[in-house]
């Protein structure tokens, strides 16, 4: 499966800013990590086939993510963005819920997400 995300960009703090992900064909689980300056790559959010979701903490009640499966597509609605959230964001596909990057079988390439204060 291909991934391709789009939509990152610059905000500012409490700004909002909404990531696509779409995929080349069916996968039961999509979702998202993010990777900033000189950390290790971290979950963000998943989401499987019936509509289930999961979320970081550092990210419940601000990021909403939702799919179409018609469209094989994931979207990351991203609200009261910090300085923090500041990242590469990577699209992720698996067998099941990616909430572990050993977990993901296909990655889109990073799109960049900065957050300024």
């Known amino acids: 499966v291909q991934l391709q995300a789009s939509g990152g960009g610059l905000v500012q703090a409490g700004g909002s800013l909404r990531l696509s992900c779409a995929a080349s064909g069916r996968t039961a689980g999509m979702g998202w990590f993010r990777q900033a300056p000189g950390k290790e790559r971290e979950f963000v959010a998943a989401i499987d086939w019936s509509g289930k979701n999961t979320y970081a903490d550092s990210v419940k009640g601000r990021f909403t993510i939702s799919r179409d499966n018609t469209k094989n597509t994931v979207i990351l609605q991203m609200n009261s963005l910090k300085p923090e959230d500041t990242a590469d964001y990577y699209c992720?596909?698996?067998?099941?819920?990616?909430?572990?990057?050993?977990?993901?079988?296909?990655w889109g390439k990073g799109t960049l997400v900065t957050v300024s204060s």
């Open positions: 992720a596909a698996s067998t099941r819920m990616p909430t572990v990057a050993a977990w993901v079988h296909s």
